[in-house]
């Protein structure tokens, strides 16, 4: 059982708790749900997930649409000297976004060619111990909902979007539980359509709303994509 829906929390409030990335997922399916009613329409959808933690909440997005389960890998740019500090992001098949001042004519240009290249094998790596559970699907024409389990800076969010944007999808939806307040604008410039739960203020980070936030470990993370994309078909098939 799940708790009730959070609502639109006032900038002051920091206190939206999910219990876990799961009933995020169930959440988020419900106003998915009520979005793509409103919008009337009548594409194929095709969920994404950035992995891991993304795909736990894409889980239960992916079952109430009746629809494929995929990946999109996509990595943070970092440098050996500060690794949690990100100057970019790159996917698996090579799109990759700079943040304007990691870009500096003072800095050698080989050591972002070097951070980049790291981190899109790492990408490519990750995307390739999932290929053999992601469904047969084609982006192109069809509504395509891009699933985390929250964006704190945006920089894989945006990454994924531009690499899904090049396979020409009808659209592309933004869909996540929670997100900083001043990164509502830049999701709208980059989707099509936006759904967050919830903008609290401060943020500081996306664990601090989740009572129970584990790495979700690639077994696991595998298994999601396996057995949702399973269900699918069984029921594709049933229904045929």
Request: proline share 8%; charged share 20%; with cysteine.
């Amino acid at each position: 059982m799940t708790s009730g829906l959070p609502t639109q929390p006032a900038a002051s409030d920091s206190t939206v708790c999910f219990a876990d990335r799961l009933d995020a997922g169930e959440h988020l399916a419900q106003k998915v749900l009520q979005e793509l009613a409103a919008a009337s329409l009548t594409q194929t959808a095709i969920v994404y997930a950035l992995p891991r933690g993304g795909l736990e909440v894409a889980v239960p997005v992916a079952r109430a649409l009746r629809c494929p389960l995929d990946v999109l890998v996509a990595k943070k740019i970092t440098r050996p000297e500060n690794p949690e500090l990100a100057i970019g992001a790159v996917t698996a098949d090579g799109h990759s976004l700079w943040l304007p001042r990691s870009r500096s004519p003072k800095e050698p240009t080989y050591l972002n060619e070097i951070a980049l290249h790291k981190a899109r094998e790492r990408a490519y790596l990750q995307q390739q111990q999932f290929e053999a559970s992601r469904p047969q699907v084609n982006p192109t024409g069809a509504i395509s909902l891009m699933v985390d389990d929250g964006i704190a800076t945006g920089m894989t969010m945006a990454v994924a979007v531009q690499a899904l944007r090049a396979q020409n999808p009808a659209q592309i939806w933004i869909c996540v539980p929670v997100a900083p307040p001043e990164m509502m604008p830049h999701l709208h410039q980059w989707a099509d359509q936006v759904v967050v739960l919830a903008t609290p203020s401060p943020f500081l980070s996306v664990s601090r709303f989740y009572r129970e936030f584990k790495q979700v470990e690639m077994a696991a993370a595998i298994a999601y994509l396996q057995t949702t994309n399973q269900t699918h078909l069984t029921e594709t098939e049933a229904d045929a």
